[in-house]
């Protein structure tokens, strides 16, 4: 079954997808090289999930639905301004959280859509065809086929830059329609390197490679263990992900508009999170809170590690009473950062409370990170 692009776009502009291209299914050969590369160095950290059979399997679209012909690549822009109202000018207690999960779990919303655009699709050229969806999940290199597809072009700091910059999340349709295929972009980042050099922990050791263990995103979201003292002021107000990159790139900067996508739910009152009252949270309320959002990705007791961190780099004694309640948490993982951030304030019953602490507690880190705050008095 064939049918053209225009039929496709005419059909697509009722979801309001912002930019959309149909890339071939080859095999991404030189994309399963480099992924395969950045895996046997490490690079990407503690992901168990991140195998090199998964790579493997993802760079054969074939092996994903068997009889594709072509790649639907659909990218949908969620840039949502920073809203400087007069709550948030007068708190400094707050942290930061990556614009892409200020509302709705992107995942569910574009997948719903996509869902909603195929079968409209059939229904406009009425016939059935075989379809499988990707949202930044499963095997699909979903960058990769953007390129391709002519969505946009990589970025040194590896997130793909499109025409409306690179506030955009993407979406896969792996089809058996046959579809004209879109042309790549023959643009580059030239010379600059802005998101080299603004990362405050390294973590683009060069042009189009990170190491995720040093990513702030990857170390306050997919990391489950203690985050590195390296890098831990570093991390500045940032409780989940990070946007550092996007924020200083060129591109974004003379090409970012509102997103038109209200199914997303981004607003600017959900830029920052408490962290005195993530702290305070129990696991259902935690759960209950974040219900349908990605911040649940961090975990309950992650999103508590990642609080810590923002408490001790804002460095305001009026934090301490809710890092010394954070000390007799019964996650060690709490504990332990709840430590370091009293340190980092170095209040005098932030002291007292650590003193009183290292004589009770059982856990080696927990004493170890303990008395590295004391040090600190």
């Known amino acids: 079954m064939q049918i053209d692009q225009v039929t496709l776009k005419k059909t697509a502009n009722k979801f309001n997808f912002d930019i ?17 590369e950045r895996l046997n160095k490490g690079y990407m950290g503690d992901l168990k999930w991140y195998t090199s059979q998964r790579i493997n399997r993802g760079i054969h679209p074939e092996r994903l639905l068997p009889g594709v012909r072509s790649i639907i690549s659909i990218a949908m822009n969620y840039f ?5 109202d007069i709550n948030q000018s007068n708190s400094r207690i707050r942290g930061k959280v990556a614009r892409y999960a200020r509302g709705r779990d992107y995942h569910n919303v574009m997948k719903k859509l996509l869902k909603q655009f195929m079968q409209s699709l059939e229904q406009e050229i009425n016939h059935a065809f075989s379809w499988k969806i990707y949202v930044d999940d499963g095997p699909m290199l979903d960058r990769e086929v953007s390129q391709r597809a002519g969505i946009g072009f ?13 506030w955009v999340l993407l979406g896969q349709v792996l089809t058996n329609l046959e579809i004209p295929y879109s042309k790549p972009l023959e643009k580059s980042c030239g010379l600059c390197t802005t998101c080299i050099s603004a990362c405050p922990t390294n973590a683009i050791i060069s042009p189009y490679i990170i190491d ?18 390296e890098y831990r002021n570093a991390i500045q107000d940032w409780i989940f992900g990070c946007d550092i990159c996007q924020e200083v ?5 003379v090409r970012s508009s509102n997103t038109p996508n209200e199914k997303f739910e981004f607003t600017p009152d959900k ?14 309320t935690f759960k209950n809170v974040f219900q349908g959002r990605a911040i649940r ?3 309950w007791h992650g999103l508590q590690r990642n609080a810590c961190i923002v408490l001790g780099n804002i460095g305001d004694e009026s934090v301490v009473p809710a890092l010394i309640d954070a000390l ?4 060690d993982l709490v504990r332990g950062h709840a430590a370091w951030a009293l340190g980092e304030i170095s209040a005098s019953k932030g002291r007292q409370a650590l003193e009183i602490r290292i004589s009770i507690e059982k856990d080696n880190w927990v004493t170890s990170e303990i008395n590295d705050a004391l040090t600190k008095f």
């Open 80 to 84: 949502v301004p920073e809203q400087h």
């Open 297 to 299: 990705r961090a975990t």
């Open 154 to 166: 990589f970025g040194k700091n590896t997130n793909i830059l499109t025409s409306q910059g690179s």
């Open 212 to 229: 995720s263990r040093k990513c702030i995103s990857y170390l306050t979201i997919e990391n489950r263990g203690p985050i590195p003292i």
């Open 328 to 331: 007799n948490s019964d996650s």
């Open 249 to 253: 790139c060129p591109v974004n900067t």
């Open 271 to 284: 830029a920052y999170l408490d962290p005195i009252e993530i702290l305070q949270m129990d696991e259902e």
């Open 20 to 36: 959309i291209g149909v890339a071939s299914p080859e095999t991404f050969i030189e994309a399963g090289n480099i992924a395969n």
